[in-house]
C-alpha cells in the first residue's frame, strides 16, 4: 500500500491498483443495504412513477417517511440520533440504489443530503438532539434554502437577512428563496441569510410552520415534475438565536461544504439512473423487430448500447474509487481526534476537484445514456406512454443544481490550481519541469509491452498533458486568467476525462489481475474504447488551448509534445463495443 493521495494529486503520482477501491470489493452488508433500497424502490416507489409525477397529494412526503421508518433516511448518521452510521462509501451505494427513482431520488437526496448534513455536520448538541434524530426517521422533512432570484451560481449574492432583535433573542428573517426543493412538505429548512450588514452569509435552522413563512404554489418544471420545487417567502419571520447554525458568517463555508458532497453523490445517484435506462433500452431493443430482426442485432444500436455501458462502467469506476478516499480520509480524521462534523466536511473537501468532476461526468454521462434511449425506442421514444420519456425530461436537472457544470468546470481547475499554489501538492513543480524538458517527452508505447502497462504509459502521459498547460495559461493571462474561461474549460475536461480514464484502468487492471470476473477481456474492451476516446478528446481540449494562447515557436512546440503526449494507434472499437452490448443483449439487463 502506498500513502494515500491528496485530493488533486492524482495529476502528478502515478497510481497502483491495490490502492483503489472497485465495485466488485462490496461487502455482503453493503450490498444488502443497496438491495433494501432498490426493492424500496422496485416495491414501494416505481408503481407510484405517474402518480408522483401528477403530484397525488401528499404521496411524496408519505413515500418520503415510508423510507424514513425503514430507516432508509438516516443511512449515514450515527447511531445516538437513530440512524445506521454507515460509511460514506455504503451511502455512496445506497445512493446509486435510490437514484433511479427519478423524482423521488430528487426529493430522498434533498432531505438526506443537503436537507440534513448541514445540521449533522454543523448543528451544536441541542439542535442535533432537537431535530437530528426526527430527519434520520422521517418524522420531519427538510430542504435546504440557498438560491434566490439575483443569486444562483453567485449564491453569496443573496439578500435575505437576518436583523437581531434589541433584546437579543431572535433574528428577525427577511428575504425570499426560489427552487426550493422539498419547499412544498418540508418541516425544517436551513435557510442561508446575512446578519445585519454582514457580506457574508449565515445559515439558521428555521421550522416551516413558523409565522411569517409562506409559498408560491409549485413550478411548472420540464422534468422532476413530482418533485416539490416552490418559491418560500420570509416576512418578519422570528428565528431563536440557538438555531443559528455553526459560526455568524459560516454559512458560505457551510453551503459549499455541502455542496462538494452534494456533487459526489449526484455521481452515485445518476449511477442509478443509467441502469435503469439501460434496463428499459435492451429490453425495448430486444423486443422490437424491424426488417425481420431485433433491433439489438443491428450494429448502430449495438454502438449506442456498447456506449451506454462504458460510459456507465466508467462513472461506477470513478465515483466508487472517489467515495473510497473520501471514506478514508473520515476515518484518518476521525483517529486523529476531529469531530464527527469536521472529519466528514474536511474528508470530502479534500476531494474538492475530484468531486466536482464526478458530478459533471456522471450528469454529462446520463445525458448522452437517455437521449440514446430515446433513440432507440425510435417514435416510442418520444411517446409518454414509453420510459424514455421520463428518463430524458428527468435527467437534464442534473447539469444545472448541486452548482451548473460550468461553475463545477471551473472548481475542478480552479481547486486544483489552489491546491498547487498553496503547495499542498506539487504540481506547479510538475508541470514546470515537464516544460523544461519538453524535448525528452516520449509517446506511450502502444506497438509492444504489457497490455497495462501501455495503458499506464497512456494515462501517465494525459497526466503530463493536463497539467503542462497551467503554467503556460498563467503566463499568457496572469490575474485575468479567471476572465478566460474558454480555456479553463478546455484543461477542466482534461482533468476530468484523465481521471474518468484512470479509474476504468485501475478497476480493469484489478479484476484482471485478481481475477475477479470470468472474461476479462470484455472489461479490456471497454478500457480500449474509453481509452481511444479519452485520448483523442484530450487532445482536441489541448489543440483548443494552444490555438488560443500560444504563438510562433512556443506553438509549434506545445504542438509537438501534446501529440507525442496523446499519441494513439487506432484499435478495432466496433468489435469491443459490439463484444459489450452483446453481453448486455445476451442477459437483458446491465450486469457488468
Ligand atoms: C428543479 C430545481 C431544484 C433546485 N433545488 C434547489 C434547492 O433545493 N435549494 C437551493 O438552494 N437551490 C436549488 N436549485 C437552484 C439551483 O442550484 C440553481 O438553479 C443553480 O445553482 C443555477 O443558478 P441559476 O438558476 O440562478 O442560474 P444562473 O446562475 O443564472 O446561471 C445561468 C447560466 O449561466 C452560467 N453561469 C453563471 N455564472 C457563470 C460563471 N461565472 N461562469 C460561467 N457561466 C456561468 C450557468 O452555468 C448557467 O448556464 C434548484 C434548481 C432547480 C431548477
Known sequence: MNAPLKGGEFLIKDVDYNDVFIPEEFDEEQLMIAETCADFVETGIAPNFAALDNHQEGLMPALLKKAGEMGLLGISIPEEYEGFGQSFLTNMKANEAVGSAYSFSVAFMAHTGIGTLPLAYYGNDTQKEKYLADLAT??????????EPGAGSDANAGKTKAVLTEDGKHYILNGQKMWITNGGFADLLTVFAKIDNDRVLSAFLVEAHWEGITMNPEEHKMGIKGSSTRQIFFNDVKVPVE???????????????????????????????????????????NERKQFGSFLSAFGAIKHKMGEQVIKTFATESAVYRASKDVDNSIEALKAEGKTYGKANINGAAEFEPECALLKVYGSESLDYIVDEMVQIYGGMGFSSEAPADRSYRDSRINRIFEGTNEINRLIIVDSTMKKGLKHKIALFEAANAL???????????????????????????????????????????????????????????????????????????????????????????????????????????????????????????????LNTLTKVAPVNVKESRRHVADKLIDEGRYNF
Do not use: W
Open 138 to 147: 422521517g418524522k420531519r422533512l427538510a430542504a435546504y434554502c440557498l438560491t
Open 243 to 285: 438555531n443559528l447554525l455553526g459560526r455568524r458568517g459560516e454559512g458560505f463555508r457551510i453551503a459549499l461544504n455541502i455542496l462538494h458532497i452534494g456533487r459526489i453523490k449526484l455521481g452515485a445517484t445518476v449511477i442509478g439512473g443509467m441502469k435503469r435506462s439501460i434496463n428499459y433500452s435492451v429490453t425495448y431493443a
Open 435 to 561: 516544460l523544461e524538458n519538453l524535448d525528452s517527452i516520449e509517446e506511450a508505447d502502444s506497438s509492444s509491452g504489457e497490455y497495462f502497462e501501455m495503458k499506464h504509459a497512456q494515462v501517465k502521459n494525459l497526466k503530463k498533458a493536463s497539467i503542462l498547460f497551467l503554467p503556460v495559461i498563467q503566463k499568457a493571462f496572469g490575474r485575468k486568467l479567471m476572465f478566460e474561461e474558454e480555456v479553463l474549460m478546455n484543461i477542466s475536461d482534461m482533468m476530468m476525462n484523465t481521471y474518468i480514464l484512470e479509474s476504468t484502468l485501475l478497476r480493469v487492471e484489478k479484476i484482471d489481475k485478481l481475477g475477479l470476473k470470468p472474461d476479462s477481456s470484455l472489461y479490456k474492451d471497454i478500457l480500449d474504447v474509453l481509452a481511444q476516446d479519452v485520448i483523442r478528446a484530450v487532445n482536441k481540449s489541448g489543440f483548443d488551448i494552444i490555438g488560443s494562447v500560444a504563438e510562433g515557436d512556443e506553438k509549434a512546440k506545445l504542438c509537438t509534445a
